[in-house]
């Protein structure tokens, strides 16, 4: 008989191009290592806040380093991750509100549709991300008019909320629940640890396995 399944919870915001190379990574080993994979969109910016933590492009030279450690680790992860010309704009006066609650509505109406819909959101076309990821026209405008919602509002905000309770002070965050035990994991580069706390082996990050690499 087959072990049964562990959770594994993926809190992320698409502002923050380390949850992406998480992302990626869970999505291609959940099958592999049978674990059950959640994904929580959650608001990167009031995690920062509730911590009082700062953003690291705020910082020059963690900006220089993480631009430099970002091109490394586009190879390392095979993921197309690419700073944006306008990476400032698009951090301090873009931000990633209105995307997160995009996604939570897509989270509550369409959950099949979550991780088509958020790896199109990091591949910055966010206009063309619902059709691109096989959603109608239809479903997007439907749930594009429920982002301002109290329903839609409320879920972010305590997801969120759930993120801080569990340590956080930054995105990402994987929280594994295994025997009865809870590990909260930050960073892109703790996934040789969640498979040792799942007790799986770790195959760096693109196992080989059909159809894991983008």
């Not at 969109?41 to 220089?64: C, T």
């Not at 209105?98 to 088509?116: N, Q």
């Not at 409320?154 to 997801?159: A, G, H, I, R, S």
């Not at 703790?190 to 760096?204: D, F, N, S, T």
Request: hydrophobic share 45%; proline share 7%.
């Amino acid at each position: 008989m087959g072990r049964l399944a562990r959770i594994v919870e993926l809190y992320y915001d698409v502002l923050s191009p380390y949850s992406w190379l998480s992302f990626e990574v869970l999505c291609r080993y959940q099958h592999v290592w049978n674990v059950d994979l959640q994904l929580r969109p959650s608001y990167i910016a009031g995690i920062m806040k509730d911590s009082g933590n700062r953003p690291p492009a705020q910082l020059p030279r963690k900006a220089l380093y993480m631009v430099n450690d970002l091109r490394r680790l586009r190879q390392h992860f095979q993921v197309p991750v690419q700073v944006p010309e306008d990476f400032f704009s698009v951090v301090f006066e873009k931000g990633s509100l209105s995307a997160m609650r995009f996604l939570t509505a897509v989270c509550l109406e369409c959950p099949e549709m979550l991780e088509k819909v958020s790896r199109e959101l990091w591949m910055r076309i966010w206009s063309l991300a619902a059709e691109k990821a096989g959603m109608s026209a239809e479903q997007a405008q439907e749930i594009l008019g429920k982002i301002s919602t109290p329903k839609v509002k409320n879920q972010l905000k305590e997801t969120t909320e759930a993120a801080c309770n569990y340590g956080a002070f930054g995105l990402p965050i994987t929280v594994a629940h295994v025997d009865s035990q809870t590990h909260m994991l930050f960073g892109s580069d703790r996934m040789e640890l969640l498979a040792y706390l799942l007790g799986e082996k770790w195959m760096g990050p693109v196992p080989p396995a059909p159809k894991a690499r983008l």
